[in-house]
């Protein structure tokens, strides 16, 4: 009726070219999100490497305050009149850093 019958005569199209269009959507899968990704992630784990005593930190809630002391896993920050001790992960970045406020 409205369906194509393949004909005898033609032949059939390779298996791989049936793959090819899956292939590149898991390329550019692969570069629009798992590649940014692992770069977030690496750039995350070189500022915790470079937290230090002094430093002014916005936490990930919010939360704007002085490095006081950086342990294995954890700092210990002050904000205003409070002190806490929070997670490394929780550190969004480095507003200011400690000291001296030199650029070079």
């Not at 590649?35 to 930190?57: F, H, M, N, T, Y």
């Not at 305050?65 to 342990?71: I, P, R």
Request: zero cysteines.
């Amino acid at each position: 009726m409205g369906m194509q019958q393949a004909q005898p005569g033609q032949p059939q199209p390779p298996i791989w070219t049936s793959m090819v269009i899956p292939a590149l959507l898991l390329v550019v899968f692969y570069f629009a999100l798992i590649r940014p990704q692992q770069k977030r992630q690496k750039q995350q784990a070189e500022l915790l490497k470079a937290v230090k005593s002094g430093d002014k930190i916005l936490t990930n809630s919010g939360i704007i305050a002085t490095v006081v002391t950086v342990k294995e896993k954890s700092l210990t920050i002050r904000s205003a009149d409070a002190k806490f001790e929070i997670s490394k992960s929780a550190v969004a970045e480095i507003t200011e850093r400690g000291g001296a406020s030199s650029e070079s």
